[in-house]
């Protein structure tokens, strides 16, 4: 979807993927427990901390630099998602406050811009900043991926059975009606999806890539 220099792509992940954050590091034990749990590791340009993907809708989304700031672009991202879940019968919110946490995992961390159910986190997001363009990349849990340690934690999100395409159909709809009028889908050209492969076989597949922290 594009409109007006803003591209927005929705994607799962098969087979399941452990996204390391740009600036993280990840030791050799955290890495050897996401394999033999069944994820494929690689490094992503946005910051944070590491994302298991399995049951989750996750989002990518470049934008210039909005007016108020990269914060802005959070907020944006939020309401869109928000809205789109209660759309789908979710009342979720913001936790706001000035929260964090250090845990290796994205979703054991607290941020005030992270979208909660309940006080579950089910949302979260993390930037990449290069001159005026900012990429964002989110994640959005509707069943809870395998655990690399501990029992699994149902998202609050599964009772109600939401899947991949209505979440994506309404969070189109939702950014189309509050934020981004005119947002047009359409496929990646095969130059895209050329370069795509490029760089999935030269960079995000490679040890190198992935431990570089």
Known sequence: LASGGVTLRFYAWNPPGLSIGYFQHASKEELDSAVAA???????????????????????????????????????????????????GAHASERGGRLSGLGFLCFDRLADFDVVVGGSKVAGSAQRRKGRMVLQHGSIVLAAPRPLAGPRSPSPLEPLGISYGPLAQALRASLDREIWAGLDASDLTEAEKDRAEELESGRYSSPGWICMR
């Open 38 to 88: 069944g994820y494929v590791p690689t490094r992503r340009l946005t910051g944070g901390g590491a994302i298991l993907h399995s049951g989750d809708l996750t989002y990518s989304l470049v934008s210039p630099k909005p007016a108020g700031g990269n914060r802005e672009l959070y907020s944006l991202a939020n309401r869109a998602i928000i809205s789109a879940l209660a759309a789908l």
